[in-house]
């Protein structure tokens, strides 16, 4: 350390003077602490941070949020499989100067976003040991992730106060806003939509604004006059901001041309057809007022208020967790729009939610909220019922159309991004860019969100009422669902309307009440089964007898009715491998793989089916698209029950008729680590084991990865997660074509990344034998044995890896080969 230190006495003084003195400048100071910031800015940077030993350095930036998991983050292995933010961050570090992420000695960062979200502006506070980061390399090594700085590097062990103290709580900003980008035609109704499609938009005149408070008509039409524009009149209502302007269409076309972009009075002018501007005004009255019942209705007073239906997972209503203030909410005024083409289906608006915090999902759930009032799905009233202490069904806009969009820190009326030297060019531009990837990444998800409303997303607790009283031929039960809002014709995520539940059950008397509620006896499930055809499947000539009455008839035989008369025989190479075996003291004792599982007749009818399966609607930003089949006819569980006889279970007989299709359609989708949750049948019967019945091949990546067991995941099992934390892999198993898997449902796995895309795969739960007792959904496991210990997988067939010892039995032959297997112990 180039650090002098220098003693002596003046003439005729008795007391010894120190002074600390700079061995690059020779310079003195009267302090060790008046040294190091003298080095600091300008001898020696690295020379002032040997004393510390750490330092706190600011990072200013903004990020693309689609590719990432979230913004905290996570441990080694989901940071592998899918990075955070901040994971992104503290790899690049090193290529700039930094340390690796295990020398970081802390995290802490202004706000926290989902999976999926944006930021235009995030800070982040890292503490590092000494070191100069140089902020081009940290740029560049940021390049080839979505995360950008929005400033350099700022260590607040060296900036001067007051302006370090701005960033003292960087964890409690005292204002967060949210930007939620919507398109326009999620907030009108499908008449509207018809109705405003088909008109011409430049029909009317012109529509153009801002304009001052000041400004008056006299000015508007001498305005006019100099683009050489002939107004038929001019409506300008103070105030408002805007002109209205009523041209012959002619004039229109040419008014818009020239206004748009022009500078007049101080301001950029943007115009739109008049018919055009009408329309999305009428729009936007309903959006305030539904920001308005959000807040708090006409009449709101300040003070908190309980947004317990608004948050995942809910708190109880009043819960403290519950009670929040929204501080401002408002929707993006026309003139700041883009107007793209036709604005019905092109064009996009937003709306900003202000508050000091918000819950999980409370952003997303209020726009849901919003859209749904907007729309027309839900009368107005639904906000004010979703404050009310009973649960209601809020759904959530996708994850992709929400922005971070500005916080701020520090006392009021101080702004942090000097302080911080934020490039506000920089900034402008990344706010432009996640505009830009909205449009692009957000629109089908939000087809997706609007499909889910029509379903019933918003009375999903009244539909489900209704489904489940449909399934018991309950009919009481099933008027009071549709006395609480449920959609006679609301179908589940099979495609199952209550009435084709009805017909599988067999309830004659429901069907005839539904049909005296005007439901649509003939609506067909996601495989084309109508609930006549079902009722036939399942022999209820009651209910045949219903639907004659009331004029419902009986489809052509279709595709699914067909029994193939070799659906039911498993291939002769079937074969099973034990990759845990049920000797082992771990919840996923039992874990088998049974290859060649099934007929090529029920692959080839598998990969026909789920091409023509409606995907089902994301409520939340996943790797997968799904679609679900109800196996009526039975062509498909009886194939999977001949295989899962193969695996020889004692506690794992047949599977349930309800399946799901996963699709990874894109290299790198992966799940994180998690336990299934079991299913209860009509009977109480529990399931045991979740199957995977893959339909492709991964020659690389894709592997269902298998791993060891935390005493603390009984606390999050029931919600199917797991607790953070390193874990060690004890098994893996590759995708293959035909191959059947079967885990228990406790069993912590994970979904690696896959390589090559689609990977396709059935899945499903495993009922126990129906002699066994309810308890039977554990897992029943013989004595345990000796096993010899080893911390290597080894390979047991195919993509099949393990480290245990067991059998690999021949279920054909009847014989049993005896393999050199390895296991590991479990601590």
């Known amino acids: 350390m180039a650090i002098d230190h220098a003693m002596g006495a003046e003439a005729g ?51 693309l949020g689609s590719r990432y998991r979230c913004s905290a983050l996570q441990n080694e292995r989901d940071e592998e499989a899918m990075n955070s933010v901040e994971g992104a961050l503290l790899s690049a570090l090193p290529a700039a100067g930094g340390p690796s992420r295990p020398n970081v000695l802390g995290v802490a960062r202004a706000v926290r976003t989902d999976r999926g979200c944006h930021a235009a502006e995030s800070a982040i ?27 350099p590097p700022r260590s607040l062990t060296l900036m001067e106060k007051p302006e370090a103290n701005i960033f003292g709580k960087i964890y409690a900003p005292r204002r967060k806003s949210f930007t939620v980008h919507i398109p326009y035609f999620a907030l009108i109704t499908s008449s509207e939509h ?58 229109a076309q040419k008014a818009l041309t020239r206004l748009q972009g022009l500078r007049w009075q101080n301001q950029l002018l943007s115009a739109a057809p ?70 019905t289906s092109e064009d996009w608006t937003a709306v900003h939610f202000c508050a000091t915090d918000f819950g999980p999902q409370q952003v997303r759930r209020m726009a849901g909220a919003l859209v749904a009032t907007s729309r027309g799905s839900e009368a107005m009233s639904y906000i004010a019922r979703c404050f009310e202490p009973s649960p209601m069904n809020v759904p959530a806009v996708p994850a992709e159309t929400i922005s971070l969009d500005s916080f701020e820190l520090g006392p009021v ?84 309307s209550a009435t084709f539940l009805a017909a599988l059950t067999g309830a004659a008397e429901l069907i005839s009440f539904l049909a005296s509620e005007n439901a649509d006896l003939n609506l067909c499930d996601n495989a084309g089964i109508s609930p006549w055809e079902a009722a036939a499947l399942r022999g209820h000539r009651g209910v045949l007898e219903a639907f004659s009455t009331w004029g419902a008839t009986g489809a052509a035989d279709s595709e699914e009715r067909r029994t193939p008369s070799t659906s039911t025989a498993a291939t002769e190479a079937s074969c099973a491998l034990t990759v845990i075996p049920r000797q082992c003291e771990h919840p996923g004792a039992g874990t088998t793989v ?20 409606p995907l089902a609607p994301k409520e939340k930003a996943s790797p997968t698209d799904r679609c679900y089949f109800d196996d009526v006819s039975g062509w498909l569980t009886g194939a999977l029950d001949r295989a899962i006889s193969v695996a020889a279970l004692p506690d794992a007989s047949s599977a349930v008729s309800r399946v799901r299709f996963l699709i990874y359609p894109e290299p790198g989708g992966c799940l994180p680590a998690h336990v299934d949750l079991p299913r209860t049948d009509k009977k109480g019967l529990r399931t045991t084991y979740t199957f995977l019945l893959y339909l492709s091949d991964c020659s690389s990546g894709g592997e269902t990865t298998f791993l060891e067991a935390l005493e603390s995941d009984r606390e999050l099992a029931a919600s199917g997660g797991v607790m953070p934390g390193e874990r060690r892999t004890l098994a ?96």
């Open 594 to 613: 049974v290859d060649d599982a099934v007929a090529e007749e029920i692959l080839e009818r598998l990969d026909e089916l789920w091409r023509r399966l």
């Open 413 to 496: 009326e101080t702004d942090w991004r000097p302080a911080a030297q934020v490039d506000m060019k920089e900034a402008a531009a990344m706010k432009q860019d996640i505009e830009q990837r909205v449009r692009t990444e957000a629109l089908e998800p939000w087809k997706d969100f609007l499909r889910s409303l029509d379903l019933g997303a918003t009375r999903r607790s009244a539909q489900q009422r209704l489904s489940s009283a449909a399934e018991r031929g309950d009919v009481l039960g099933a008027r009071a669902a549709v006395a609480d809002g449920a959609r006679v014709d609301g179908r589940n995520e099979y495609g199952q």
């Open 13 to 63: 003084s008795s007391e010894a003077t120190v002074s600390h003195r700079c061995g690059h400048c020779g310079e003195d100071f009267a302090s060790r602490n008046a040294l190091f910031k003298h080095l600091a800015a300008k001898c020696d940077p690295l020379a002032a941070k040997v004393k510390e030993g750490k330092e706190r350095i600011l990072f200013t930036l903004g990020y």
């Open 125 to 151: 506070l890292l503490t590092l040991r000494p070191c100069v980061l140089n902020s081009e390399e940290l740029r560049r090594a940021l390049r080839s992730s979505e995360v950008r700085l929005l400033g």
């Open 194 to 251: 018809e109705r405003w499609s088909t008109s011409d938009p430049a029909t009317g005149g012109v529509w153009f604004g801002p304009v001052p408070e000041d400004c008056t008509s006299e000015r508007v039409h001498a305005m006019l006059a100099e683009q050489q524009l002939v107004p038929h009149e001019v409506i300008l209502e103070p105030g408002r901001g805007h002109v209205q302007v009523k041209m012959a269409e002619g004039e």
């Open 732 to 827: 893996r198993v590759s995708p293959r074509r035909n191959r059947l898997l079967l885990m228990p449902h406790a069993c912590p796995h994970l979904a690696a990344p896959i390589i090559h895309a689609p990977k396709v795969l059935v899945r499903g739960e495993v009922l126990p034998p129906t002699c066994m007792p309810h308890s039977s959904a554990v897992t029943v496991a013989p004595e345990p044995v000796q096993q010899d210990a080893s911390s290597q997988l080894v390979e047991l067939g195919d993509g099949v890896h393990s480290c245990w010892l067991d059998e690999k039995i021949d279920f054909e032959r009847r014989t049993n080969v005896r393999c050199v297997w390895f296991s590991a112990h479990i601590g």
């Open 274 to 343: 008049l018919n055009e501007a009408l329309a999305k005004f009428e729009v936007h009255r309903r959006v305030r007022r539904a920001l308005k019942e959000l807040k708090g209705g006409p009449n709101a007073r300040k003070g908190l208020r309980s947004y317990h239906n608004f948050m995942s997972p809910a708190p109880a209503p009043g819960d403290a967790s519950a009670m929040r203030a929204l501080l401002h909410c408002s929707a993006m005024g026309l003139q700041m729009q883009q107007r793209r083409g036709i604005w």
